[in-house]
């Protein structure tokens, strides 16, 4: 009996998170906390937060830097007790989850002129068809655009790819650029294609990035999770895997999966959790899939960047270390040279600097593995708008603002690197 007792206390707990047991049809009452630890013990307290299966950490611990935390509304006081009680500061940033989800909904007024046979508006979040017809529509009116499906999903959809190429493609020196690989970062995809859009489409006027450049653009890295945070979880984090879970839960962190220093830190071994790092280094299909892909391309690959939200950061590697790779001055003096420009060109301020220097350590990452093991010279990883008003919930009107100022760090970063090019 005791037992049994145990075990239904344990269900009780896990499914209280949105991505564990239970859709949650409405985040209605849903608030996200800004806590500001002071010390390690803030920072050690509020750590043990998260075991509690309850809390929902929007960002990771961070020392001297503020953490966002939804909380569901029955635990609310709780946690309000709980920071008092510790004496940590703390205020509400998003007063009702819902409230943004259903301002995400609302197709922006602003005007975007679109071209006939596709879908897409960057006035507000598609779903994975609504992109996918605009691979189609970009292959069928552009000659040196094709389409590729690298492999499919863990629930059968295919992961496509857009290869932007004047000539045959790995001829020239290419650039990799992904998004969307944690599902609820819908501004990830939504930028990436955005960018494309810009490339393709106004070719004429940077004709230097395609005559000089490959170019191959992956909009969903998650396809599966991001259909599941537009259908039935809004935030949903993982992949849609199953790994045998006693509470049912789905899914792996794809950003903690790549096989280079995996499971070294900033992971979780709880299937539950948002971090789990899989039972092994490439469990995910949809990881292995654009490992395989990277390979075919890794001689001709000059940049890399995967593209995440929230925070305004431009990430440098490694992340499972704080050692510093033998390139990372330079690096870090491209990512700075791109993110002045961005700035320069009206864009918001973002921090550069290497994971666990700004953040945390989170080993298994794409940005690693592409650099330790596929060696491409320049590896990055960005977190896109914005500092936590919105979070991962970014009204649709900020699309086109996040997707501008993103490509004015790849163009100036790209052409600096092609200018360096023997």
């Known amino acids: 009996m005791k037992t049994l007792l145990v075990l239904v206390a344990g269900l009780a707990c896990t499914a209280a998170v949105h991505d564990r047991i239970l859709e949650v049809d409405s985040f209605q009452g849903y608030q996200v906390f800004r806590a500001y630890p002071r010390n390690d013990q803030d920072l050690e307290f509020i750590n043990s937060l998260e075991s509690h299966g309850v809390y929902d950490f929007w960002t990771d611990l961070r020392r001297g830097k503020p953490v966002d935390i939804m909380v569901p509304p029955a635990a609310q006081k709780t946690f309000i007790k709980h920071m008092t009680a510790k004496e940590i500061e703390h205020e509400v940033m998003i007063p009702d989850i819902q409230e943004l989800i259903n ?14 046979g596709h879908d897409m508006t960057w006035t507000e979040y598609h779903p994975l068809e609504d992109m996918y017809s605009y691979l189609d529509y970009l292959e069928a009116t552009y000659d040196f655009v094709t389409t590729q499906s690298i492999g499919e999903t863990y629930e059968g959809r295919d992961m496509r790819i857009a290869r932007v190429c ?23 995809p939504a930028s990436v294609t955005w960018m494309l859009n810009e490339l393709v489409e106004n070719d004429a006027e940077h004709p230097d990035l395609t005559q000089n450049l490959d170019w191959y653009f992956l909009p969903s890295h998650n396809p599966d999770g991001y259909a599941y945070s537009q259908s039935k979880d809004r935030l949903w984090r ?3 895997s199953e790994h045998g879970s006693i509470f049912g839960c789905k899914g792996v962190d ?26 092994e280094a490439f469990s995910e299909v949809e990881n292995r899939n654009v490992r395989d892909f990277i390979l075919t391309v890794k001689d001709k690959l000059v940049f890399y960047n995967t593209i995440h939200s929230y925070s ?5 590697p490694w992340s499972y270390t704080s050692e510093l790779p033998d390139n990372y001055d330079d690096m870090e003096q491209l990512a700075l040279m791109g993110r002045d420009a961005m700035v320069a060109n009206g864009g918001q301020e973002y921090e550069v600097g290497c994971i666990p220097c700004i953040l945390y350590v989170a080993s298994g990452g794409s940005l690693d593995w592409v650099l330790g093991v596929a060696e491409v010279q320049y590896s990055f990883a960005m977190e896109l708008r914005d500092t936590g008003r919105y979070g991962f919930l970014l009204p649709p009107d900020q699309i086109i603002p996040t997707a501008r100022e993103t490509w004015d760090f790849h163009i100036n970063v790209i052409r600096e690197i092609f200018d360096r090019l023997p």
């Not at 301002?103 to 006939?116: C, D, F, G, I, P």
């Not at 493609?169 to 819908?186: L, N």
């Open 238 to 240: 993982k992949t849609r």
């Open 103 to 116: 301002l995400e909904k609302v197709q922006s007024r602003v005007a975007y002129n679109t071209s006939a």
């Open 166 to 188: 004047r000539g045959i493609c790995g001829e020239k020196p290419a650039v990799w650029i992904d998004g969307g690989i944690h599902a609820r970062e819908w501004v990830s």
């Open 312 to 316: 305004q950061f431009i990430l440098l």
């Open 254 to 279: 794809a950003n903690r999966n790549w096989g280079f220093h995996w499971n070294e830190g900033g992971s979780s071994n709880d299937k539950c959790s948002d971090t789990y790092h899989g039972p």
